[in-house]
């Protein structure tokens, strides 16, 4: 045991930390995220958790695990006060409690493609004051949630939850969220992108030319070496660079169907921009702030590029640099060498 002492059930109780409301619903998902816990840790002793059983309203193959996630979510969460359920994996918003306060927008599984390889998962969640309509409820700039968090199911189960005014982490340890840190920051000087370079043809300029600079490390203009790490996990990506800083980009591409990348806005990029900027860091497209954006579709995507504070300004001064200095064949990046 650490320092910190106390649970997440201690966390919620304590004096002016959520409303009773907030605490109600997040001590629903943290009972649906330790059952969920259990199931993925056993892997194929519960069937194949990865097998493809159908595509959601947005076209992407859904696995069982994402199916069985979000029907443990909307269930546990019908008897609290979320009036509006918002989920990757439904259609349209859905009223739980007619009586509820809360608007709750999840990515029940992130990185299904992680599912069968053992590699780590998790959920994602957002939270607002409920409104008469799931419409208005959810297509409001980010900067109105009253909370967010994710959870990773990896080599040890973590529950992060912001509020407006705290970032703490738990642990799951014998059937109890531990306290591990409230003071969580993203590093200031980092090294680390992570990208999937597998789209670089499909990039736009600037994204090619800011990946071409890390690469080129001491011999770059910024004269500094980078290190790479891609999961396919939102959440592990995200836990990766709370804990030890770095960039992740997911930008729009070329390929038919990315022209706006491939995160969703509502329950991936929001949340995790609240998450981010609370850690000190910045979260954008590439050139706004995320937080500010206002969806007009629940289920519409963003490009998404977040972590530490100056190394995401600096994907957004690549945006503003002349033609001359990101082509290809004649960039130097004069402007920025060191
Ligand atoms: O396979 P790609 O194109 O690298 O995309 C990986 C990204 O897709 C996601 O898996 C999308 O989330 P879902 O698994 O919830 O659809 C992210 O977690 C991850 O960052
Ligand atoms: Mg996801
Ligand atoms: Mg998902």
Same mark, same amino acid.
């Given at each position: 045991?650490?320092?910190?002492?106390?649970?997440?059930?201690?966390? %919620?109780?304590?004096?002016?930390?959520?409303?009773?409301?907030?605490?109600?619903?997040? @001590?629903?998902?943290?009972?649906?995220?330790?059952?969920?816990?259990?199931? /993925?840790?056993?892997?194929?002793?519960?069937?194949?958790?990865?097998?493809? +059983?159908?595509?959601?309203?947005?076209?992407?193959?859904?696995?069982? %695990?994402?199916?069985?996630?979000? !029907?443990?979510?909307?269930?546990? %969460?019908?008897?609290?006060?979320?009036?509006?359920?918002?989920?990757?994996?439904?259609?349209?918003?859905?009223?739980?409690?007619?009586?509820?306060?809360?608007?709750?927008?999840?990515?029940?599984?992130?990185? *299904?493609?992680?599912?069968?390889?053992?590699?780590? /998962?998790?959920?994602?969640?957002? +939270?607002?004051?409920?409104?008469?309509?799931?419409?208005? *409820?959810?297509?409001?700039?980010?900067?109105?949630?009253?909370?967010?968090?994710?959870?990773?199911?990896?080599?040890? @189960?973590?529950?992060?939850?912001? @509020?407006? $005014?705290?970032?703490?982490?738990?642990?799951?340890?014998?059937?109890?969220?531990?306290?591990?840190?409230?003071?969580?920051?993203?590093?200031?000087?980092?090294?680390?992108?992570?990208?999937?370079?597998?789209?670089?043809?499909?990039?736009?300029?600037?994204?090619?030319?800011?990946?071409?600079?890390?690469?080129?490390?001491?011999?770059?203009?910024?004269? !500094?070496?980078?290190?790479?790490?891609? +999961?396919?996990?939102?959440?592990? !990506?995200?836990?990766? /660079?709370? $804990?030890?800083?770095?960039?992740?980009?997911?930008?729009?591409?070329?390929?038919?169907?990315?022209?706006?990348?491939?995160?969703?806005? +509502?329950?991936?990029?929001?949340?995790?921009?609240?998450?981010?900027?609370?850690?000190?860091?910045?979260?954008?497209?590439? /050139?706004?702030?995320?937080?500010?954006?206002?969806?007009?579709?629940?289920?519409?995507?963003?490009?998404?590029?977040?972590? $530490?504070?100056?190394?995401?300004?600096?994907?957004?001064?690549?945006?503003? %640099?002349?033609?001359?200095?990101?082509?290809?064949?004649?960039?130097?990046?004069?402007?920025?060498?060191?």
């Amino acid at each position: 045991m650490t320092a910190l002492e106390g649970t997440l059930e201690s966390f %919620l109780e304590g004096e002016g930390s959520v409303s009773e409301p907030l605490a109600i619903t997040v @001590t629903a998902l943290a009972f649906v995220a330790e059952t969920l816990a259990g199931v /993925i840790s056993s892997g194929p002793l519960n069937g194949r958790l990865g097998e493809e +059983v159908g595509a959601n309203s947005d076209g992407d193959r859904q696995k069982k %695990l994402d199916v069985v996630a979000d !029907e443990l979510f909307a269930k546990a %969460l019908a008897p609290t006060p979320v009036r509006w359920y918002a989920s990757e994996e439904r259609p349209t918003a859905e009223i739980l409690n007619p009586e509820g306060t809360l608007a709750l927008a999840i990515d029940p599984l992130d990185g *299904s493609s992680n599912i069968d390889v053992n590699i780590s /998962i998790g959920t994602i969640f957002s +939270v607002f004051e409920a409104k008469e309509s799931g419409l208005e *409820s959810f297509h409001r700039p980010g900067r109105e949630q009253i909370a967010a968090g994710y959870v990773v199911y990896g080599p040890q @189960t973590v529950f992060i939850l912001a @509020t407006r $005014t705290r970032l703490a982490q738990f642990v799951l340890d014998r059937g109890h969220f531990f306290l591990v840190s409230d003071s969580l920051r993203i590093p200031d000087r980092t090294t680390e992108f992570a990208i999937n370079a597998s789209n670089y043809r499909h990039w736009p300029r600037p994204i090619r030319a800011f990946v071409d600079d890390c690469i080129a490390g001491d011999e770059g203009p910024w004269g !500094e070496n980078f290190n790479m790490r891609w +999961v396919a996990s939102l959440v592990a !990506e995200t836990h990766r /660079i709370l $804990t030890r800083g770095g960039i992740f980009l997911y930008p729009a591409d070329a390929r038919r169907g990315y022209g706006q990348g491939r995160l969703r806005l +509502v329950y991936e990029c929001a949340p995790i921009a609240f998450i981010v900027e609370r850690a000190g860091g910045k979260a954008t497209d590439g /050139i706004d702030r995320i937080l500010d954006l206002t969806p007009s579709e629940l289920h519409q995507r963003t490009p998404l590029v977040f972590g $530490t504070a100056e190394k995401v300004s600096r994907v957004r001064a690549y945006h503003d %640099l002349p033609e001359s200095e990101i082509s290809p064949l004649f960039g130097k990046r004069g402007l920025f060498r060191v």
